[in-house]
């Protein structure tokens, strides 16, 4: 897999280095800056410790199985062109160079929803999906929200539904307000029917 993050930092070059500190305790394979520039931290054959607790599909493990990339964002600004760029190129390569599939680039936020909320509702899916980097949402015959979360890749316990469905408005419906309803229904459903998790 490839899980998408924001830095949470004012600056790239702070997040690195941070990153690359021993006594921070994560790490990620890469880093893009604002204007585009790409730093390599960990060889993409080798474990980074970016995801922390979470899970998707049948992966409990997640730095085990994944490259991590960070991305130069406080959380409450637009992901800018060269940054959103530097990124397409970058998943490109990686997904070729690993036979990834697009269901299988995810945010921070769906393996952890309510934990973590990153790259946010700021970031820019449906420009990757267009590109063949991640997917979209269509919609499908509205059905029990939560079985098909889970049957999509989403772990999330009872506890977890308010959660669960703002990590899936932030990345498939951007704006969306309000209790559940029958579009979040058909969209899960229609994400659950293509891409079920492995």
Not at 56 to 67: F, L, M, P, Q, T
Not at 99 to 118: E, F, L, N, Q
């Amino acid at each position: 897999m490839v899980v998408l993050h924001y830095t949470a930092m004012a600056s790239a070059e702070g997040a690195r280095d941070w990153l690359c500190n021993p006594e921070a305790g994560v790490s990620a394979h890469y880093v893009i800056g604002r204007y585009g520039t790409v730093w390599q931290l960990v060889r993409e054959d080798m474990r980074a410790w970016h995801a922390g607790l979470g899970a998707w599909g049948s992966v409990a493990e997640v730095n085990s199985r994944s490259i991590g990339i960070e991305i130069a964002n406080t959380g409450s600004e637009p992901f800018p062109e060269p940054q959103m760029a530097a990124l397409e190129d970058l998943l490109a390569g990686i997904l070729r160079r690993w036979s990834i599939a697009p269901d299988r680039v995810i945010g921070h936020s769906d393996m952890t929803p309510g934990r973590k909320i990153d790259p946010g509702p700021r970031f820019d899916w449906a420009r990757l999906a267009r590109r063949g980097l991640a997917i979209t949402a269509l919609p499908g015959t509205p059905g029990d929200f939560h079985a098909d979360a889970h049957r999509f890749g989403y772990r999330v316990g009872a506890d977890g539904h308010d959660a669960l469905l703002a990590a899936f408005r932030d990345r498939f419906r951007p704006g969306a307000r309000g209790p559940l309803d029958d579009t979040d229904r058909s969209l899960m459903a229609g994400l659950a029917a293509r891409y079920p998790a492995a």
